[in-house]
């Protein structure tokens, strides 16, 4: 995290110096809500289906991890940006099975076609800096800016007599870290004329690069991983307005990244479910 430090310390102050010279600054905090999914194994069927690749699989066929957070927008006045910062964070345990393709050899779990269990636990952490574009009287907004996820990973086998790997042990640790710069644009038109009902919603592509630290489940050794990446980001939704300063909102949200860099771009992650907020304007 500290080489991500000084980009999100150059867009805070950014937006707190902007804040600061305009004459009249808005604030808008939404306390938010986003019951998340997150389906593993996306495209398990063609890792199944692979014959040429010696591995084995861990399946979790749905994890369900309710994430807390906040967005920040502040608003220069007179001036058609504004600056946005958004956070999530949130865990989830469960129980998992790993099993193999029919063709791995060696000592690893799910050799020979069995089928191991074990627990896991997971940690999410997801940060936004955004500026956004905000054409006067125009339903639509451009937006850009930086995207960090970090991602931890435990997973530990509870079937008696098995281990990850020879040095005899049971759980493997995973931490992944992606940095993203985003683009994107949204929409917000009134479905009355008071405009007190709303439709919203936003589409974002990043690209960026990944940082994956993880146990090697045959050696036991810590392994590093750094490449590319890139994500998705789409959702839509309903505003209600109470007033000028307050209103509710109701969003179906979805992210797709990929799983793993351990996973060779075979697999990808779906993130996805309803998302709450209540935004207080000042």
């Known amino acids: 995290m500290k080489k991500f430090f000084l980009p999100m310390l150059v867009i805070g102050i950014l937006a707190f110096a902007s804040g600061r010279a305009a004459a009249k600054v808005g604030i808008t905090v939404t306390p938010k809500i986003w019951f998340s999914v997150e389906n593993f194994n996306a495209l398990e069927n063609a890792l199944l289906s692979n014959t040429a690749t010696n591995r084995q699989i861990s399946v979790r066929e749905q994890v369900n ?19 946005l910062f958004n956070f999530y964070s949130g865990e989830t345990d469960g129980p998992f099975f790993v099993a193999d393709t029919g063709n791995s050899a060696g000592g690893d779990p799910g050799d020979n076609g069995n089928i191991i269990n074990g627990t896991y636990e997971l940690k999410r952490i997801d940060v936004e800096f955004l500026i956004r574009y905000l054409p006067k009287d125009k339903p639509w907004n451009l937006f850009t800016g930086i995207r960090i996820n970090n991602f931890e990973d435990s997973q530990t086998i509870t079937t008696p007599g098995f281990t990850w790997n ?14 993203l710069w985003e683009f994107g644009a949204g929409f917000q038109a009134p479905i009355d004329e008071a405009g ?14 990944f940082k994956s630290e993880f146990d090697n489940a045959t050696t036991g050794n810590e392994n590093l991983i750094e490449g590319a990446a890139a994500a998705w980001d789409i959702n839509t939704g309903y505003e209600l307005f109470l007033g000028d300063n307050f209103s509710f909102s109701a969003r179906y949200r979805m992210y797709a990244r990929p799983t793993s860099p351990v996973d060779d771009g075979y697999n990808l992650t779906v993130i996805h479910g309803p998302d709450f907020g209540a935004s207080l304007r000042f």
Do not use: M, Q, W, Y
Not at 73 to 80: G, K, L, N, Q, S
Not at 166 to 173: I, P, R, W, Y
Not at 196 to 204: A, E, K, L, S
């Open 65 to 83: 991890i309710p994430l807390g957070g906040a967005a920040i927008a502040f608003h220069p006045a007179d001036a058609p940006i504004d600056f």
């Open 166 to 179: 020879a040095s005899n042990s049971k759980s493997l640790e995973t931490e992944t870290t992606i940095l």
């Open 196 to 209: 007190v009902h709303r439709f919203f919603g936003n589409t974002t592509i990043g690209f960026g690069s």
